[in-house]
Nanobody
Framework: QVQLVESGGELVQPGGSLRLSCTASDFTLDDHAIAWFRQAPGKEREGVSCISARDDTTYFPEFVSGRFAISRDNAKNTVYLYMIGLRPEDTAMYYC??????????????????????WGQGTQVTVSS
């Protein structure tokens, strides 16, 4: 049973920064594409970052580009989402998700949540003064 555990979400002031972590159990994240999604109350889930499997190329939608970064630490079996310049509209539950296929295509805007097979329970990010 693949388990993904997110952590690092908290209340932060506008302009602040956070690092979210996603750690896997009973599953090696190396060679798999990993994405972060978020969902705010009353809104649809949206992707905010993705790191590809083989070459670690990344994708970010325009609304977070320049503010978010993603990286993986294979030794810790963990993927990180770095967020700076946080805004109230970034408030949401953040989820990491794993593509169960080994390798797979590079991340792009064409890959939605249906690509990803395993999901964590989420970590809450609240941006407020």
């Amino acid at each position: 049973q693949v388990q993904l555990v997110e952590s690092g979400g908290e209340l932060v002031q506008p302009g602040g920064s956070l690092r979210l972590s996603c750690t896997a159990s009973d599953f090696t994240l190396d060679d798999h594409a990993i994405a972060w999604f978020r969902q705010a109350p009353g809104k649809e889930r949206e992707g905010v970052s993705c790191i590809s499997a083989r070459d670690d190329t990344t994708y970010f939608p325009e609304f977070v580009s320049g503010r978010f970064a993603i990286s993986r630490d294979n030794a810790k079996n963990t993927v990180y989402l770095y967020m700076i310049g946080l805004r109230p509209e970034d408030t949401a539950m953040y989820y990491c998700a794993v593509d169960g296929a080994v390798g797979g295509p590079r991340c792009s805007k064409h890959h939605g949540s249906s690509r990803f097979d395993y999901w964590g329970q989420g970590t809450q990010v609240t941006v407020s003064s």
